[in-house]
Nanobody, 127 residues
Framework: QVQFVESGGDLVQPGDSLTISCTTS????????IGWFRQAPGKEREAIAC???????????YYSNSVEGRFTISRDDATGTAYLQMNHLRPEDTGIYYC?????????????????WGQGTVVTVSA
């Protein structure tokens, strides 16, 4: 059974840094890309970061324009965990953060092929 458990969300101030985690199980993590998505209040879920498989894919990382240069995605294939390091946080980064995969080798994560979502972790950026 495929599962994603996001954690580490918090209330932080603008300019702060935060790292959130995604613990996965039930599929071949190392063979698959993994992506982070964000849903801001009143908005649709958007893809913000993705990292391809280091084992079977090109190992590249990709970011949306809104987070490029501030966020870094990483993966630990030994533990099946993905991370999102977020620097210089802004109020517009507020939202629920989700991780998932379509079990392809390379980014992007195609939502139409995603079968499972986690419960998400809440990040609030406010003074």
């Amino acid at each position: 059974q495929v599962q994603f458990v996001e954690s580490g969300g918090d209330l932080v101030q603008p300019g702060d840094s935060l790292t959130i985690s995604c613990t996965t199980s039930g599929y071949a993590f190392a063979n698959s890309e993994i992506g982070w998505f964000r849903q801001a209040p009143g908005k649709e879920r958007e893809a913000i970061a993705c990292i391809s498989s280091l084992r079977t894919g090109d190992g590249e990382s990709y970011y949306s324009n809104s987070v490029e240069g501030r966020f870094t995605i990483s993966r630990d294939d030994a533990t099946g965990t993905a991370y999102l390091q977020m620097n210089h946080l802004r109020p517009e980064d507020t939202g629920i953060y989700y991780c998932t995969t379509d079990q392809g080798r390379n980014c992007p994560v195609l939502i139409r092929y995603v079968e499972v979502w986690g419960q998400g972790t809440v990040v609030t950026v406010s003074a």
